[in-house]
């Protein structure tokens, strides 16, 4: 019996998943969570097969659920899925250390099988883009090992900052100190090797998902 925990904050599609994985030739638990705090609570308390994992989920923010993940469970197997197809996207995403990328376009059918492929510990993306897929650079590893080092506050802090917020607006967004909002700065710029905002901005940036969701970093 494999136990997999589908990480979406959408109800609907977290049925459809289910739904889909009724396909699978595999004996299959299915667990649910809605944002990264459950998501991260759940791993805790079982043992997860895989996760397949919503990029756009509260606290995710763009790739950093993913690393964030990662960093804390290297051993789980972690499939995204997600709404956006960008060849780009994907590349960053199997270049983070997901083994696989589902398009939520994807047939019921074809999901049960890319499941099924991952479990067996192969990676998995759509036939159509595996030719179009490039191996992320050296430097966007480097920095995805950066920003695995930072705490989900910290990580929100510079997503702050990526949208112009001064600190005292920071602190009002997070309902935190603006003392504590300076510590949260300097403890990622330390962690990040940087000294500026606008390299923090630039940092941010890169990890950020076209196109995101308006609400992306206003979610706790």
Known sequence: MFTLLIADDHPL????????????????????????????????????DLLLLDLHMPGSNDLFGLI???????????AVVSGLEDKNIISKVMGSGAMGFIPKTTSAQSIAEAVGRILDGDNWIPDAMVNEIEQPDSEFVQLAERVATLTPAQYKVLCFMRDGLLNKQIGYEL????????????????????????????????????????????KS
């Open 13 to 48: 599609y977290r049925d459809a998943l289910r739904l889909a994985l009724t396909h699978s030739d595999k004996p299959l638990t299915l667990l649910e969570s809605s944002d990264l705090n459950q998501t991260l609570e759940i791993i805790q308390q079982h043992d997860i």
């Open 68 to 78: 964030h993940i990662r960093k804390l469970y290297p051993q789980l197997p972690v």
């Open 175 to 218: 309902d935190i100190a603006e003392a504590t909002v300076k510590a949260h700065v300097t403890a990622l710029f330390k962690k990040l090797g940087i000294n500026n905002r606008t390299q923090a901005v630039l940092i941010s940036s890169q990890l950020q998902l076209e196109p995101p969701a308006p609400e992306l970093c206003h």
